[in-house]
C-alpha cells in the first residue's frame, strides 16, 4: 500500500501499515509498559499466600521533596531596652525528605486458567456497561482493555491494568460463595 503512495505520504503510511498490521494479532498482551506481571510462584506470592493463589504486583514509588529551613548557630544579642547589639546568625541548610515510603502493593488476581477469550469479553462487556470500556468486544487483554481495567479499579485505590480478584468479583466476573471467599472451581 504504502509503496503507491507519492513521497512523504508513503513515508507516513509505512509506520500506520506497520501500526494496524501490528494490533490486530489475536494474541494476549503479556506485558504493558510499566504494568506488574501476574505471579503464580510461591516465592513471588506475599507472605502467607495461600497455595496455588495467582497475584499481581504493583510498585508505588517513593516520593521525596526537597526541604530548606533556616537554623540559628547563634541567636541575637539584645539589650534589656530592646537594643540588638548582634543579629541572630542563621544557616541555610538543604535535605531530601521522604514523604511517601516506597511500597509493593500485592492484590489476588483471577489466575492464567481463567482467562480464557470468553472471560475476556466478559470483562470488556462488563466494564463498557460501566462506562469505563469503548473498544471491541475481541476476548483480547488489549491496550484498551488494560487501561478500562486501570479506570475501574483507580477509585478504590488499585492503580493497576491487571484485574484484581475483588474487581473481578465487583463486575460478576468470579463466583463468591456465602462466606466471601471464591468457590473451588474459581480459585
Not at 494474541?27 to 497475584?55: K, Q
Not at 479499579?153 to 484484581?164: A, K, V
Request: aromatic share 6%; glycine share 10%.
Amino acid at each position: 500500500m504504502a509503496q503507491f503512495l507519492p513521497g512523504w505520504k508513503a513515508l507516513l503510511a509505512t509506520p500506520l501499515v506497520a501500526l494496524v498490521a501490528g494490533c490486530d494479532t489475536g494474541l494476549p498482551v503479556p506485558h504493558l509498559g510499566n504494568e506488574p506481571e501476574v505471579t503464580r510462584l510461591v516465592a513471588e506470592a506475599p507472605p502467607g499466600a495461600a497455595t496455588g493463589s495467582c497475584w499481581g504486583k504493583r510498585i508505588q514509588p517513593g516520593v521525596y521533596e526537597t526541604v530548606t529551613e533556616q537554623v540559628m548557630l547563634q541567636p541575637a544579642e539584645v539589650l534589656a531596652d530592646g537594643t540588638v547589639l548582634r543579629p541572630a546568625i542563621y544557616k541555610t541548610e538543604t535535605r531530601q525528605a521522604v514523604v511517601r515510603e516506597r511500597r509493593e502493593i500485592w492484590f489476588e488476581t483471577p489466575c492464567a486458567t481463567q482467562i480464557t477469550p470468553e472471560f475476556i469479553a466478559s470483562l470488556q462487556r462488563a466494564l463498557q456497561v460501566r462506562g469505563v470500556y469503548r473498544g471491541a468486544i475481541n476476548g483480547v487483554m488489549d491496550k484498551r482493555t488494560r487501561a478500562a481495567v486501570r479506570r475501574f479499579q483507580q477509585p478504590e485505590g488499585l492503580d493497576s491494568g491487571i484485574l484484581s480478584l475483588g474487581a473481578a468479583r465487583r463486575l460478576g466476573l468470579v463466583a463468591v460463595s456465602r462466606d466471601g471467599i471464591a468457590s473451588p472451581d474459581q480459585s
